[in-house]
């Protein structure tokens, strides 16, 4: 299964769906579907190592908790994720290295603003070929 994201309409929220055909690999498609749902972000030049490891009792739920982590890093730094060199998930634990760079606001289009990842109709399930992993931003 190839890696993706999709966005569905969600009453007064946005849903995301991704696909991958290894829990870590959902997530590089929950990164960019998170910013898909932002716009069209340009990553400046301004680059800079990025590493954060979460742990938990959950997998989505670590995802979400991810999610929220580079809304505060987008709306505190004007920061996204440009590059993601390592990503380890799984019930326990949610693992990523690789770089930031700041938004370049003269490239970048902004469509939405996300308020937040929500807990609702959150679920990571196993699909033919891999996993599928849902969620919600508040819009």
């Known amino acids: 299964m190839e890696a993706s994201y999709e966005l569905f309409d969600h009453t007064a929220d946005m849903g995301i769906r991704v696909r991958a055909a290894t829990l870590d690999g959902l997530v590089s ?8 749902a932002i716009g069209e972000l340009a990553a400046g030049d301004d680059v800079a190592p990025f590493a954060l490891s979460l742990n938990g009792d959950d997998a989505a739920t670590l995802l979400r908790d991810f999610l929220t982590e580079l809304l505060i890093l987008f709306e505190r730094e004007k920061r996204m994720v440009k590059t993601i060199d390592q990503a380890s998930l799984s019930d ?3 693992s990523v290295r690789g770089t930031t760079a700041r938004v370049d606001p003269d490239r970048s289009v902004f469509c939405r603003e996300v ?5 609702h109709a959150l679920k990571i399930v196993n699909v ?3 996993f599928e992993a849902t969620f919600i931003v508040d819009i």
């Open 29 to 36: 498609p929950a990164v960019e579907g998170f910013y898909s």
């Open 128 to 130: 033919p070929g891999g």
């Open 92 to 94: 326990r634990r949610l």
């Open 115 to 119: 308020k937040a990842v929500t807990y």
